[in-house]
């Protein structure tokens, strides 16, 4: 800016320029500009990506302006910064939800129409960053758009997979895994900034010296440098100038790693440490609530929160901060304990390489970062094997032990020496062999520890981090999890958002409590009309998407009952699978029987390594096989197992769902969000009382919400006094009767051994109290299928479930973290000199 230029012109290049004019002549400039200048396309020949490629970089030149203003704005002021840190983020496709938080969706659709073009044909293009597993990193996604939405400063840092979470096809009812290439195409999302990478050090070993003035110095000499490159994505909120940056890290070998080998001659060796070094950012580890314990996993951890620290120390300090206060400009969440190791890492950087004496560099680390736990699950909560550990980081495995000697001297005198509790907290595990865990580190080192639901955060306080929160019960809360309603609502529900906004307004798209102000039109009868209308609409089009996806014909009228989310014991899909064999049962017992036509909708992946997961799905789809083909059922009952389930496939499930199945085991689900978007999108639940359906259910009234099972106290009690889910088979015919099906082959063309695995465990260990709320799911499903039958009825009950769920957008969450944990506040950004569209 100050090479020869002077202010003025600047601005007009910035601003008076075809890149950011939002109206429909302009776009179509734009558009066409972009295809010849960077497709280097001209209309006759270009293909639909080259379309679609140059409707991109029409809208990302209009997400650089409001990035370069932000980015300069909040470097001029002091603002205290978000920084999110997870392995994951499940953003979905870009194009549209860009469109939507620009405000120019209308534009673009006419645009484009002008252009003899489609919209919607060039959305569909795109293939999703599936950078996450499931709810964990779906969340984070979420939080992103919330941050730029309430314009809060924010920087979400990741990992750059170069393959997602894999695509699951279904052949002859099994799972199959396909890799996600999901960069094939290019990613015209993404900055690449070379310029911004970091050494990371992996392995080796650790000396310590006194030098010359007395003071001891420690060398960590690895046996692999790795250099991390930073990919930028803007992230624009909704109808705000404001867009954050999502930070993924992407591995590479440094640009020197190959001169000995190369100069030796041993071009091979060369190649291997190449291969070695891109091998950390390659893939995502498909596991979802379930720890992996592999050297990979650990150096994945370690790559992105070493990147992502190094950068924020930058950013501090050319900010002309003290190191001593980078708590000042930076609040650290931690997503899970995936990146937990962040807490040992800043005590390296801070004694290591800053020379901070230990006691302040500890301060600065513990009033830096703050933990977000989203599990109970014992097989979800991470440990290192100490061994394994140190192979990784062999400095961090001392300081880690530092941080413990230092942190049970203190707890050893507040317990008086319990050592139960003793052993509880440390954050090192003794056995045959020792480990890490990495929860306890998250807690010692955090200032804040919060759950994600108001159950699983009391469940936490009393169970797994009960001695944590004896200890300081000053640093838990709760923030329940939410929602975006511009990716859940405005995108992927334009008909219902467009009714709803037809009575009541825009403002709830930010204001999501506005919601409320629907209520008064729950008895309207014409508004009650279109609500169905909107509803079947929705319906017939997913019916469209399933026969030409699964050849499956099924009946819009039919009650779509949706079952969406990754495939796990505790979520309990075979629950819902043993309901479709009673119905059918009833079926073939009396083929006249009165049954409320249903469509049962499950979509999801499993881990590949998962058996029962995997075995629940051939189930389905086994059940599927013989219930959707046999004529006494006269189509009355369908079974879909909908492929590969992901962020684009869910935008077209939700608005078409009468019924939210959330069942899992009470106590197991941390909170759930599919549930949020169900019901936002119109779907009533039935559900156990588990995450956050306790208080779905609170908010839009019992009444309104299809209750069955056990609570978590039950369950616990039941368990503790021998539960014995052999007892149920025997006492209760139909469970009997279904069980007895899938082990005799009925299903399976009469192979009597598929199902054995699953049976057993449902017959022997059940941990997952299915038998045990069997009947209650059954009566209950009665009581939903009566309801069905009065279809206006349903149809308040599910605007009411819409008016009430405003708590649930992640706009709340997010308030409640910048208020309570992170004291950060909003920093309009503005443009023009307007900070909005
Ligand atoms: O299973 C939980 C969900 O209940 C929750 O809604 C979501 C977001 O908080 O996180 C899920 N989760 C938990 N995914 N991975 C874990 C454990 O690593």
Known sequence: QDKGLDKKEVQNVLVEDARTGLDVETLKKAILNNLFYVQGKYPEIATRNDYYMALAYTVRDRLLQRWVASVKQYLEGKHRIVSYLSAEYLLGPHLGNNLVNLGIYKEAEQ????????????????????????GLGRLAACYMDSLATLEVPAIGYGIRYQFGIFEQDIRDGWQVEDTDNWLRRGNPWEIARREI???????GYVQHYMDRDGKFRTIWTPDLIVK???????????????????????????????????????????????IICENISKVLYPNDETRSGKVLRLQQQYFFVSCSLQDMIGIHLRQGERIEDFQTTFAVQL??????????????????????????????????????????LPEALEKWDMELFASVLPRHLEIIQEINRR????????????????????????????????????CAGSFAINGVAALHTELLKQTVLKDWYALSPEKFSNKTNGVTPRRWMVLSNPKLTELISSKIGENWIKHLDELKNLEKFADDPEFLQQWMDVKLEMKTQLAQRIVNRTNIKVDPESIFDIQVKRIHEYKRQHLNILHVITLYNRIKQNPEAEIVPRTFVFAGKAAPGYKQAKLIIKLINSVGEIVNKDPDVKGRLKVVFYPNYNVTNAQKIYPAADLSEQISTAGKEASGTGNMKLSLNGALTIGTLDGANVEIRECVGEENFFLFGLTAEEVENTKSDGYNPFHF?????????????????????????????????????????????????????????EAFKDKVKWARMSILNVARMGKFSSDRSIREYCDEIWKVKSVPVTLNGTSSK
């Open 111 to 134: 645009a484009l129409h002008e252009m003899g073009l489609n919209l919607d044909w060039l959305i569909e293009k795109e293939i999703e960053p599936g950078l996450g597993n499931g």
């Open 407 to 442: 942190f049970l001297d203190e707890v050893t005198v507040r317990v008086y020496g319990d050592q139960e509790k003793i052993s509880s907290l440390s954050i090192i595990g003794e056995g045959p062999r020792r480990y890490i865990k990495m929860a306890n580190l998250a």
């Open 197 to 203: 990478s970091y050494d990371i050090k992996l392995g």
């Open 228 to 274: 991390g490159v930073a990919y930028d994505t803007p992230i624009v909120g909704y109808k705000v100038n404001t867009t954050n940056t999502l930070r993924l890290w992407k591995s590479e070998a440094p640009n020197s790693f190959d001169f000995q080998s190369f100069n030796s001659g041993d071009y091979s060796n060369a190649v291997n440490q190449k």
């Open 335 to 376: 997503n899970d304990t995936h990146p937990a190791v962040a807490i040992a890492e800043m005590m390296r950087l801070l004694v290591d390489e800053y020379d901070l004496e230990w006691v302040d560099a500890w301060r600065v680390t513990t009033r830096t970062f703050a933990y977000t736990n989203h599990t109970l």
């Open 729 to 785: 088979y025997e006492n209760n015919p139909n469970l009997k009767l279904a069980l007895d099906q899938i082990s005799n082959g009925y299903f399976s063309h009469l192979d009597d051994t598929i199902f054995k695995d699953l049976i057993n465990s449902l017959l022997y260990d059940d941990q997952f109290m299915v038998l045990a709320d069997y009947q209650s799911y059954v009566d209950c499903q009665d009581q939903v299928a």
